[in-house]
């Protein structure tokens, strides 16, 4: 079941100069939802937005009845999105897109990838897996310590293993470069963030006959499968990632690794 609704704002939190955390209600209960879904808010008040900006749910808090959105202010829309104030309304097609897989006992240790915005939707994977029994281990990377975001969130839930490409923290180099990945061995991986970095974490999984699935960020205007701007070539023909996604077994793609 999908939903149009006008959330009111809790708050929006700077978390860096580029980053602010949104924080969503509503004035009834908030559908369900699922880690590695996803909403399409619509932009009010920017004059180059012209559609709906797709944006991963970050957290979702039953209790409080709220909804995290994690934006990265990049251009107009997202910096139209991250000047909303307590108390303003966005609009939002929610939840969109199907869902990362969860660890069982037959499979119960899952590393969870990510890097730069790509985390937000691990910290709400993170947080089912652990209501589940399970613990997740996170293994992080970003330019630099001040791109890191949420970690206290991270490390209230699992392990988090840190990479920054300039060493200000963790280990020095790219996720793929750390060393737990030498250490330790896992059931399944599940993993967001840059293209290239999936990448090279598929190529990864693959070496080491581990099933790995990916959260694709294809451009999506509409979340539903009607405009086709998120399509993507898979083993079975094309799809839209909107719907058939974002969350896709890396043997399902087509990537040369």
Not at 116 to 124: D, E, H, K, R, S
């Amino acid at each position: 079941m999908k939903y149009i609704l006008d959330l009111n704002v809790v708050a929006v939190e700077p978390l860096h100069e580029r980053y602010v955390l949104i924080r969503l209600t509503h004035e009834k209960p908030l559908p369900p939802m699922l880690p590695g879904q996803f909403v399409e808010v619509r932009v009010d008040g920017s004059p180059t937005t012209f559609l709906r900006r797709p944006i991963s749910i970050n957290w979702v808090d039953e209790q409080r009845n709220e909804m995290w959105l994690l934006v990265a202010v990049v251009g107009d829309g997202t910096r139209t999105l991250s000047s909303l104030r307590a108390g303003d309304r966005l609009n939002c097609v929610l939840p969109l897109g199907n869902t990362f897989t969860l660890p069982d006992a037959t499979s119960p240790r899952l590393l969870l990838v990510g890097g730069g915005v790509g985390v937000a939707p691990l910290l709400f994977m993170g947080k089912r897996i652990k209501e589940a029994g399970f613990e997740p281990t996170f293994l992080l990377g970003a330019r630099s310590s001040k791109d890191l975001l949420e970690l206290d969130s991270f490390k209230s839930l699992g392990r988090v293993f840190v990479t920054t490409e300039d060493g200000s923290e963790g280990e020095r180099g790219f996720v793929t470069d750390h060393s737990l990945l030498c250490k330790e061995s896992f059931d399944r991986i599940a993993t967001c963030g840059p293209l290239p970095m999936m990448q090279a974490v598929a190529r990864y999984a693959h070496k080491a006959g581990v099933e790995c699935e990916v959260s694709l960020e294809n451009k999506m205007a509409c979340g539903i499968g009607a405009c086709l701007c998120c399509v993507e070539k898979t083993t079975s023909g094309n799809v839209c990632v909107c719907k058939e996604g974002p969350v896709i077994n890396t043997k399902k793609l087509t990537w040369q690794i």
